[in-house]
């Protein structure tokens, strides 16, 4: 018999698991019976008086807390093997049973004291009784719904055991301090040593809660040994509580005796039964080891006959074949091992294997084995096979694969190596290896991606830069590695190439793909056929992406240098013709105050003159060549204020959502510039929406690092606030997305935009440093984001100087234009407004003024001038004369960079065409802030 055949049997060494056996029924029914017989037959007697014997109580319970106490540890020792919380709950019972005894018997009247001891009352032992007696029951009617519900929990262990006892001691402990300190606040239940009717309604619901456990045992479909035993308790429990607690008369009549000689043998059933299963047990074991002996024999007679057939089995193989012990001494060789090693197997049995081996390993070998047997990690052992080196007869190392497995023979363990000659292998492998070194050497170096793929497309190497875009991408590909890793675009042109390389055309296709790390890449992908002999494919892939960037942002520069220059060279006389028209008709608007018509007439041309000025600005917009006025700005104030502007004028169908993050960084910009490209993005959104739809704009600090700024040339490394207006709108598409920025470019109805708007927004950026970048899907919306470099060192601002209102004055202004209309147009404004005048054609004229001696309180100048001095020279001198002269140019040429004065002084600009009032507003606004600050 082997022991798969008694492992089942380990189940049935446990009261709670073992089917109850024709013997054990019998037996228990016959105990049940014999029990009622006895208890039927004192019945009739109950009340009879007998002899008051004192050490009948701490004799019977002192028995009483053995038996119970005994019982509940082998119980717990069964709950060690099973883990089931129905045997816990029950040894508990037994535990309650033991301990609450020993109050019972200390504060038993006339015992150890007259009126009992721990304080005891004259009802304190009825009410242990009473709880000593109803609290087992219901511990039995635990264990049955426990044992019905099959819960088995594995995890419960030696600390739920304590914690169990614990409680049990706490129970008990509870009740006794109940029955004693709190004796008064329970019903009295005797009268002397006679029982009250209180104890008889008491000890019902004991006999109720008895008969409830009992019928619940009875009622078990598949009862234990256990289980039969404990109806046995419980029937004699039953007889114990109606003898000595509901027949009886009181204290020491037949009814209280035999009660308690009925409650010593309901403790004892359990214990009998389990050490006598238990001396079953070790009789059991005595036969198995008996049967285990004889089969070892067995097993002993058959290892040798293995042996044999399995030396003749190594003598016949090709492989080395050495078995050594745990000292490293050779045991056995085959014939292999002596034809690959030199020596007969007499020369090395009985020596150590490492004569075997060259250094490390000769010296290192012993430290190995050691470090196993002690039972630290294998180097060889369980590993698989290794490659090592073996030592000839005649010095010479050669290299072998080593495989060690192990075996254990009486005790004693044995290793058994196969050794393989792998010499011709290894140098096969070598020159291999060292060509592949090569090729991988050259193919790593070089910046491209190159791969190999089959002529169905699988991938059969791949270099450095190709693992770097791809890497764990093609491990999961299935399949063409093309179609799987690159765009649809550059799949459909490499099936149209596909039949162009298998006849032998080498072929070069433009396309993108996208890396590991989600970047888009335009490459040059270049296909070599026939390489290797199945047909294979070689693929040369360079990344363009910076090239083609490059290019188009060249393409771009040199379109905005070509527009730039294009507006610079007109903007001077345009903007002077639009000067001239817009003040002469501001002149002219009091003209026709009683005249409407031709008052209608005069508006209607200078609003096409403005509109003239503002397609103008728009174009030097897209240049970089307007006039900025950047101040120290938090673009969160900025956004809060536009937002509820655009919330009003965008309607209710597009909700407008600001997202500003706190603590922004400072930036230099101009305010007015950036409130009018955030709402042009705004109103671009609304048109793109046009059934609703949602307009985030948000805001936040962004680093830009080198990695970002590779594959966006135009853009430079720094801290910047990033601007993000997205909406929900019909988005673009990618062609669209590339000319958006181009002027004149409009994707608007004729005569519903200029194709300017977005460019004056880029121009914007662009000349403020920043950059800008654009994102959109088809169906999903766009969203631009604008970036706004830092203000690298935080100064103060100077306080603008608010004027109420377009006012004149008396002061006196020299008026340096080359143009006569505008210098007229000009002089004639100023004398409306109030000031005295004085004038000059160019710089030179008006420096001759100012060396006889002429007073004036501001220089009015244009900045581009005939005659070989501009107005930026022009003031230099004049300041020479008057360091404290107020200054204020004018240009139609908006790209004009202005100089600041020696003494740091701002120079003002007012761009041509102006307009009536804002020549006021701006003189005054000069005038009277050369009066604060002296």
């Given at each position: 018999m082997n022991f798969t055949g008694r492992l089942p049997q380990v189940e049935r060494i446990s009261l709670s698991t073992m089917p109850v056996g024709r013997g054990e029924r019998r037996l228990a029914t016959g105990v049940i019976g014999v029990s009622a017989a006895v208890f039927l037959s004192l019945v009739p007697f109950a009340t009879v008086p007998l002899p008051v014997v004192p050490p009948f109580i701490p004799a019977y319970e002192a028995a009483l807390v053995i038996c119970d106490l005994i019982t509940g540890l082998l119980l717990i020792g069964q709950f060690a093997q099973h883990r089931s919380r129905a045997l816990l709950v029950l040894a508990c019972g037994y535990l309650f049973d033991g301990l609450i005894v020993i109050?019972?018997?200390?504060?038993?009247?006339?015992?150890?004291?007259?009126?009992?001891?721990?304080?005891?009352?004259?009802?304190?032992?009825?009410?242990?009784?009473?709880?000593?007696?109803?609290?087992?029951?219901?511990?039995?009617?635990?264990?049955?719904?426990?044992?019905?519900?099959?819960?088995?929990?594995?995890?419960?262990?030696?600390?739920?055991?304590?914690?169990?006892?614990?409680?049990?001691?706490?129970?008990?402990?509870?009740?006794?301090?109940?029955?004693?300190?709190?004796?008064?606040?329970?019903?009295?239940?005797?009268?002397?040593?006679?029982?009250?009717?209180?104890?008889?309604?008491?000890?019902?619901?004991?006999?109720?809660?008895?008969?409830?456990?009992?019928?619940?045992?009875?009622?078990?479909?598949?009862?234990?040994?256990?289980?039969?035993?404990?109806?046995?308790?419980?029937?004699?429990?039953?007889?114990?509580?109606?003898?000595?607690?509901?027949?009886?008369?009181?204290?020491?009549?037949?009814?209280?005796?035999?009660?308690?000689?009925?409650?010593?043998?309901?403790?004892?059933?359990?214990?009998?039964?389990i050490l006598l299963e238990t001396s079953g047990l070790y009789s059991r074991m005595a036969k198995d080891k008996a049967k285990l002996e004889e089969q070892a024999e067995q097993l002993e007679r058959n290892n040798q006959v293995l042996n044999t057939t399995l030396f003749s089995l190594l003598d016949a193989l090709s492989d080395s074949i050495i078995t050594i012990d745990e000292q490293g001494v050779i045991q056995t060789v085959n014939p292999a091992f002596e034809r690959l090693f030199g020596q007969t197997s007499g020369e090395v049995v009985g020596h150590n294997v490492k004569m075997l081996m060259p250094e490390p390993y000769h010296s290192q070998h012993d430290g190995y084995l050691s470090h196993y047997l002690a039972g630290g990690t294998p180097r060889i052992i369980g590993q698989g096979q290794r490659e090592v080196l073996g030592l000839h007869k005649d010095g010479h190392s050669f290299p072998v694969d080593l495989s060690v497995s192990e075996v254990s023979v009486a005790g004693q363990h044995l290793f058994i190596g196969a050794i393989r000659d792998n010499t011709a292998r290894k140098q096969a492998e070598d020159a291999l290896r060292a060509s592949e070194f090569r090729l991988r050497l050259i193919t790593d170096s070089l910046p491209i991606a190159i791969f190999q793929i089959s002529s169905n497309g699988h991938l059969l190497f791949g270099n450095k830069v190709f693992s770097q875009w791809f890497g764990k991408a093609v491990e999961n590909t299935s399949g063409c590695v093309i179609d799987s890793l690159f765009k649809p675009s550059l799949t459909e042109q490499w099936n149209l190439a596909r039949n162009r390389l298998r006849s032998g055309e080498t072929v070069s296709v433009d396309g993108s793909i996208t890396d590991l790390e989600a970047t888009r890449r335009d490459i040059r992908l270049t296909m070599v056929p026939r390489v290797g002999v199945e047909g294979d494919f070689l693929g040369l892939m360079e990344d363009v992406t910076n090239h083609n960037a490059t290019l188009a942002q060249l393409h771009r520069s040199q379109k905005m240098e070509a527009v730039g220059q294009l507006t610079g060279g007109i903007a001077h006389d345009f903007?002077?013709?639009?000067?001239?028209?817009?003040?002469?008709?501001?002149?002219?608007?009091?003209?026709?105050?009683?005249?409407?018509?031709?008052?209608?007439?005069?508006?209607?041309?200078?609003?096409?003159?403005?509109?003239?000025?503002?397609?103008?600005?728009?174009?030097?917009?897209?240049?970089?060549?307007?006039?900025?006025?950047?101040?120290?700005?938090?673009?969160?104030?900025?956004?809060?204020?536009?937002?509820?502007?655009?919330?009003?004028?965008?309607?209710?169908?597009?909700?407008?959502?600001?997202?500003?993050?706190?603590?922004?960084?400072?930036?230099?910009?101009?305010?007015?510039?950036?409130?009018?490209?955030?709402?042009?993005?705004?109103?671009?959104?609304?048109?793109?929406?046009?059934?609703?739809?949602?307009?985030?704009?948000?805001?936040?600090?962004?680093?830009?690092?080198?990695?970002?700024?590779?594959?966006?040339?135009?853009?430079?490394?720094?801290?910047?606030?990033?601007?993000?207006?997205?909406?929900?709108?019909?988005?673009?598409?990618?062609?669209?997305?590339?000319?958006?920025?181009?002027?004149?470019?409009?994707?608007?109805?004729?005569?519903?935009?200029?194709?300017?708007?977005?460019?004056?927004?880029?121009?914007?950026?662009?000349?403020?440093?920043?950059?800008?970048?654009?994102?959109?899907?088809?169906?999903?919306?766009?969203?631009?984001?604008?970036?706004?470099?830092?203000?690298?060192?935080?100064?103060?601002?100077?306080?603008?100087?608010?004027?109420?209102?377009?006012?004149?004055?008396?002061?006196?202004?020299?008026?340096?234009?080359?143009?006569?209309?505008?210098?007229?147009?000009?002089?004639?404004?100023?004398?409306?407004?109030?000031?005295?005048?004085?004038?000059?054609?160019?710089?030179?004229?008006?420096?001759?003024?100012?060396?006889?001696?002429?007073?004036?309180?501001?220089?009015?100048?244009?900045?581009?001038?005939?005659?070989?001095?501009?107005?930026?020279?022009?003031?230099?001198?004049?300041?020479?004369?008057?360091?404290?002269?107020?200054?204020?140019?004018?240009?139609?040429?908006?790209?004009?960079?202005?100089?600041e004065a020696e003494n740091g002084a701002k120079v003002e600009l007012l761009s041509k065409p102006y307009r009536k009032d804002d020549l006021a507003r701006r003189v005054r606004q000069v005038l009277d802030l050369g009066k604060e600050m002296r």
């Open positions: 109050p019972h018997a200390l504060s038993y009247p006339g015992v150890f004291a007259p009126n009992g001891l721990l304080g005891a009352g004259p009802h304190t032992t009825a009410w242990l009784y009473v709880f000593w007696h109803g609290g087992f029951p219901i511990f039995v009617m635990a264990y049955v719904g426990l044992e019905r519900r099959s819960i088995r929990q594995h995890v419960l262990g030696a600390t739920d055991v304590v914690k169990a006892a614990a409680l049990v001691a706490c129970l008990v402990g509870g009740i006794t301090l109940l029955t004693t300190a709190g004796q008064d606040f329970l019903p009295p239940l005797m009268a002397g040593s006679h029982y009250r009717p209180a104890l008889t309604v008491a000890v019902s619901s004991v006999l109720a809660l008895s008969s409830v456990a009992l019928v619940g045992l009875w009622r078990k479909r598949s009862r234990s040994v256990l289980d039969i035993w404990l109806m046995a308790v419980m029937s004699a429990w039953l007889c114990d509580v109606g003898l000595s607690a509901v027949l009886n008369g009181g204290r020491y009549d037949l009814g209280f005796y035999a009660g308690r000689i009925y409650g010593l043998l309901s403790a004892s059933f359990i214990l009998a039964v903007n002077n013709l639009l000067g001239i028209i817009i003040g002469n008709l501001d002149l002219l608007e009091g003209a026709f105050d009683n005249d409407p018509d031709n008052a209608d007439l005069a508006k209607s041309a200078l609003g096409a003159a403005l509109r003239g000025a503002d397609l103008t600005r728009a174009l030097l917009a897209f240049s970089r060549r307007q006039a900025l006025n950047p101040v120290q700005t938090d673009v969160g104030d900025i956004l809060t204020k536009l937002a509820q502007l655009l919330r009003r004028t965008l309607g209710e169908q597009i909700l407008v959502t600001l997202e500003a993050d706190n603590g922004l960084w400072p930036v230099s910009i101009d305010v007015a510039q950036l409130e009018s490209s955030v709402t042009n993005l705004a109103i671009n959104a609304r048109d793109a929406m046009p059934n609703g739809g949602r307009l985030i704009i948000t805001t936040h600090n962004v680093v830009l690092d080198a990695h970002y700024v590779e594959l966006n040339p135009d853009a430079m490394t720094g801290d910047y606030v990033l601007i993000e207006v997205s909406d929900t709108g019909t988005g673009m598409t990618p062609e669209v997305t590339r000319q958006v920025f181009e002027p004149f470019f409009t994707t608007k109805p004729e005569g519903k935009g200029t194709g300017l708007g977005l460019s004056m927004v880029y121009g914007f950026i662009k000349q403020s440093g920043g950059h800008i970048k654009i994102y959109s899907e088809v169906g999903h919306g766009t969203t631009i984001r604008l970036y706004l470099p830092r203000l690298a060192v935080t100064t103060e601002q100077t306080p603008a100087v608010v004027v109420k209102a377009a006012t004149g004055g008396t002061e006196t202004i020299l008026v340096v234009e080359d143009n006569d209309d505008m210098r007229r147009m000009a002089i004639r404004q100023l004398k409306e407004l109030g000031y005295r005048t004085l004038e000059a054609s160019n710089g030179i004229a008006a420096l001759n003024l100012i060396r006889d001696g002429a007073a004036f309180d501001l220089l009015f100048s244009d900045v581009v001038m005939p005659g070989g001095m501009n107005g930026f020279e022009l003031g230099q001198e004049a300041r020479k004369h008057n360091p404290d002269l107020r200054i204020l140019f004018t240009s139609g040429f908006p790209g004009t960079i202005i100089p």
